[in-house]
């Protein structure tokens, strides 16, 4: 744990937003030595260093006049964009992790990985559904909205397909025949089922949609874990009152080779209401 700057507490202290991008994790030696057991613990491995590298670049005692309300926290030499030139031989695609129930968090999301990746549009977007109270069951219904936010994203060409996650072969079927643009691929977290069930696989290929694999937990960081990696990256902050609004995690790759150029997170954060 660091010792934070007068400068740095108090700009964290005020701000009421906090809007976070780990940049590159492949050239990223501190976090690349370390081989995390579990996408939760990478997460929070990137929280607790990209805090810390950040808060050590804020410069004692240099205070705007106007404290900002929102913190931008990166690392500008960790921070890869794509080049007009390069754009066609790579893949963009995202994995987007709703913790709040806000549909504007999918729009926003969005918007700052083609800002951040310096994109006009993402190749493909799979959204996580939003976790569950323990013993409900996932309907369409509980999909429908954040869906037709992704629909709008790709009338406006800002996402070129719309993915899924843990569906079974029936309420796949169902988003299906309901949405206007058809999932393209399904994401099946192999814990739960070792071997792709044979009507899902069925189903998928009829309908020309993909099947993935993936090691995400419902809850991909909890607000416990965030607020420990937050305050593990430094000290003397207020943590108790941060709330996650979403997690989106990107891969870049490149075609050709079928390798990934890099991989980050961007986290968006607000303090609550006192």
Not at 37 to 60: G, N, Y
Not at 104 to 109: G, R, W
Not at 123 to 145: F, H, K, M, R, W
Request: aromatic content about 6%; charged content about 20%.
């Amino acid at each position: 744990m660091e010792t934070l700057t007068s400068s740095a507490k108090v700009l964290f202290n005020h701000a009421t937003t906090l809007n976070l991008h780990t940049g590159n994790l492949v050239n990223r030696s501190r976090l690349k030595k370390k081989c995390p057991s579990s996408p939760s613990e990478e997460i929070q491995d990137c929280v607790r260093a990209t805090l810390s590298e950040w808060f050590a670049t804020i410069p004692p005692p240099t205070l705007p006049k106007d404290l900002p309300d929102t913190i931008d926290c990166f690392i500008p030499q960790a921070t890869e964009t794509i080049t007009p030139e390069e754009r066609e031989e790579l893949k963009v695609s995202v994995k987007l992790f709703l913790c709040e129930a806000d549909l504007s968090s999918i729009n926003e999301a969005v918007q700052k990985a083609c800002q951040a990746l310096a994109v006009s549009q993402i190749d493909s977007v799979i959204i996580a559904p939003l976790a569950l109270p323990e013993g409900e069951s996932q309907t369409l219904g509980n999909l429908q909205p954040a869906w037709t936010e992704l629909e709008a994203l790709v009338q406006s060409k800002k996402i070129a397909t719309i993915g899924t996650s843990d569906l079974d072969k029936e309420l796949l079927e169902q988003l299906y025949n309901w949405a206007q643009v058809k999932p393209s691929s399904n994401q099946v977290n192999l814990a739960s089922c070792c071997v792709m069930p044979p009507d899902l696989t069925a189903f998928a290929k009829e309908f020309d949609i993909q099947l993935l694999t993936h090691n995400d937990p419902k809850e991909l960081i909890t607000a416990a874990s965030f607020q420990e990696a937050v305050q593990e990256s430094t000290q003397d902050l207020k943590v108790a009152d941060w709330r996650l609004q979403w997690v989106l995690r990107y891969s870049i790759i490149v075609k050709s080779r079928g390798i990934i150029k890099a991989k980050g997170y961007i986290v968006h954060s607000k303090r609550s209401s006192l």
